[in-house]
């Protein structure tokens, strides 16, 4: 356990029973949509009769829903109204909007705005260059930080920015993933200089993604802007060239008015 999750348990005003219902909401996750009794269990470490409890009060509340025939449960559409509460409140997500409307008009590619939590990148807004998959559209996904951040880290101390690395799970991605600390250290400390990070095929192979951090008036980063295209139609050196700018441009112009 980290020492600063340690800490944040160890206060007296930390309600533990409240953080394994929040751990069993989140089990539900990407690759678990559907789960019973025994697989909730087996994923959060909680014994089978709190784990009865805990979902039956979600099931209460209308935050899950149970299937008669499987006994399995899954998340309702009122989880979103959470998601939405918080974008349609946050400053940020408004301001940031019609300049990612235009990087996509001006680009042809897909452009996406981030911030960190924890050790990851959540995704706040996504406009893909056309669609897909319904899930490129959709907001709230997360990436590891150490391979879809640097452009965030590289606004953090190294002290900050090594303990983020050394938490993150670092398991490759793709075949290009750079999970080496040193190496991302030496990457981050290139987007310092440049201002701007550039990611080839590190998360999907066959993309290639610039991202620039920005920052509020005071200097802190809140997030960053990506704009993500085709390597074989955009190599390196022509998204530094096309790209690198419009991105640069657009976090200038959402940082102005934050």
């Known amino acids: 356990m980290a020492k600063k999750e340690k800490k944040t348990r160890d206060n007296p005003l930390f309600v533990a029973s409240l953080e394994k ?4 909401l989140e089990a539900f ?23 009865q409890r805990f979902l039956h009060t979600w ?17 309702t559409p009122k989880v979103m109204s959470l998601g939405y509460n918080y974008l349609r409140g946050e400053r940020l997500v408004d301001v940031a909007m019609p300049f990612l409307l235009d990087a996509r008009e001006r680009t042809g590619n897909s452009v996406y705005l981030g911030t960190l939590y924890d050790t990851s990148i959540v995704y706040l807004i996504r406009l893909p260059q056309r669609l897909l998959l319904l899930e490129s559209t959709l907001p709230g996904r997360r990436v590891p930080a150490y391979c879809g951040g640097r452009a965030f880290l590289s606004c953090l101390d190294d002290a900050e920015t090594l303990s983020i690395l050394n938490r993150s799970d670092r398991s490759p991605i793709t075949p290009y993933t750079i999970t080496d600390i040193d190496e991302n250290m030496r990457e981050i400390a290139s987007v310092r200089e440049k201002g701007f990070c550039i990611s080839c095929q590190e998360q999907l192979v066959g993309e ?3 991202s620039v951090p920005v920052r509020d008036m005071q200097g802190s980063p809140r997030a960053a802007v990506y704009i993500s295209a085709r390597i ?17 441009e657009t976090a200038g112009m959402i940082k102005a008015r934050l």
């Open 29 to 51: 996750d990407e690759g678990h949509r559907r789960l019973g009794l025994n697989d909730l269990a087996a994923l959060t470490g909680l014994n089978k009769s709190a784990v």
């Open 21 to 24: 219902a929040v751990r069993l």
């Open 59 to 75: 099931a209460t509340l209308g935050y899950l829903s149970k299937d008669a025939e499987t006994k399995r449960f899954r998340l």
């Open 232 to 248: 074989a139609e955009w190599p390196p050196e022509r998204v530094e060239s096309e790209l690198a700018p419009v991105a640069l």
């Open 208 to 210: 290639i993604a610039v």
